[in-house]
């Protein structure tokens, strides 16, 4: 089978090398994968900055989706021929996550990623696609829909509440469209006029261009008519100090990514004062993964892909993500 690998940690030492198709064992399924999407984690790996005492060669990327090719004895969870998606987070099927599932492993590090035409996992550690999603669109689903649905859930979203996403990114757009279906109001930061554009066509209420507006916090709080924002889905980390001024009183802070960097400065007072919750959020269970399909099929929600590479080209795909190009999920093909 073809495996994507990099040798080094750098985008331009990917390359395209034969192993041997793995196969099924006792409890597992071989999945034919069709698609996988970027993730911003993945990228970090693999320049680098993230696990960089990560064994070498290495196969990248955590999200796919794809078909039962075989299945290994006794199961009975999944049959050849149905389109599954791998969970990101192996081990973790239900309630909170423990330190003992959390050293499981991952996909796409420490375990092997999913930029290769076969992967093999547990039966018990993926779930059914959604009929009404493509390849494509149902590979987007395991960190960064499943984070942003978590963070909402963690957050206590209502309907009638206001949130606040950050970027064009897969989770802060996920998380516009799950509250916006749950009928809350969103607020959302971009950079460009074209984003800030494509951001009101998917439904978010108010946009504000954090270049032009560096303290976007008190603009935040300006369209709250001063009360401030019930939720902040902070994906950015080294923007804390503005999402604090721009929660609410008691409000919701819940830090999922480090996008602009892994350290920044944090007045205390910001949340003692005013009683805030700050909480890490990582993706979610198997049982929570099947709970927001279960939300986005009713809603029949579609993900918003930016762009689409074959296997051998996805250099590029993770290039276009380093410059921030991109707006939704870049994918990778396998047809």
């Not at 494509?198 to 560096?214: F, H």
Request: aromatic share 6%; net charge neutral; with cysteine.
């Amino acid at each position: 089978m073809r495996a994507l690998q990099a040798d080094a940690f750098a985008i331009d030492r990917l390359s395209l090398v034969d192993l041997p198709t793995p196969t099924a064992r006792r409890g597992e399924i071989l999945v034919k994968v069709k698609a996988a999407s970027l993730n911003y984690r993945d990228l970090a790996i693999l320049c680098g900055g993230y696990m960089p005492s990560l064994p070498l060669p290495y196969t990248p990327c955590s999200d796919a989706c794809g078909v039962v090719e075989a299945v290994g004895e006794d199961v009975t969870r999944f049959k050849p021929g149905d389109r599954v998606i791998p969970v990101y987070l192996q081990g973790w099927r239900d309630g909170a996550l423990t330190p003992e599932q959390r050293s499981s492993g991952s996909l796409g590090g420490p375990l092997t990623g999913v930029l290769q035409d076969y992967v093999v996992v547990p039966a018990e550690d993926a779930v059914a696609a959604p009929d009404y999603l493509s390849d494509a669109q149902a590979s987007t689903l395991p960190i960064a829909a499943l984070t942003a649905w978590s963070c909402l859930q963690q957050g206590g979203l209502q309907a009638g509440q206001t949130v606040l996403v950050q970027g064009t990114g897969g989770v802060a757009l996920f998380a516009a469209q799950f509250a916006r279906a749950a009928g809350a109001r969103v607020i959302g930061l971009t950079s460009t006029d074209e984003k800030a554009q494509l951001m009101r066509d998917m439904g978010v209420d108010t946009v504000i261009n954090y270049r032009q507006t560096p303290a976007w916090g008190q603009a935040v709080r300006a369209a709250t008519a001063g009360r401030g924002v019930d939720i902040v889905v902070e994906t950015t980390g080294s923007s804390l100090g503005e999402s604090l001024t721009a929660v609410r009183f008691n409000g919701f802070v819940g830090v999922i990514g480090f996008v602009g960097g892994m350290e920044t400065p944090l007045n205390i007072r910001q949340l003692i004062g005013p009683m805030i919750r700050m909480q890490g959020v990582v993706v979610g269970s198997r049982a929570a993964l099947e709970a927001m399909i279960r939300m986005m099929a009713m809603h029949r929600i579609e993900p918003l892909i930016d762009s689409s590479f074959p296997l051998a080209q996805a250099a590029e795909g993770f290039a276009r993500m380093q410059r921030g190009e991109h707006a939704g999920k870049i994918v990778i093909s396998f047809d």
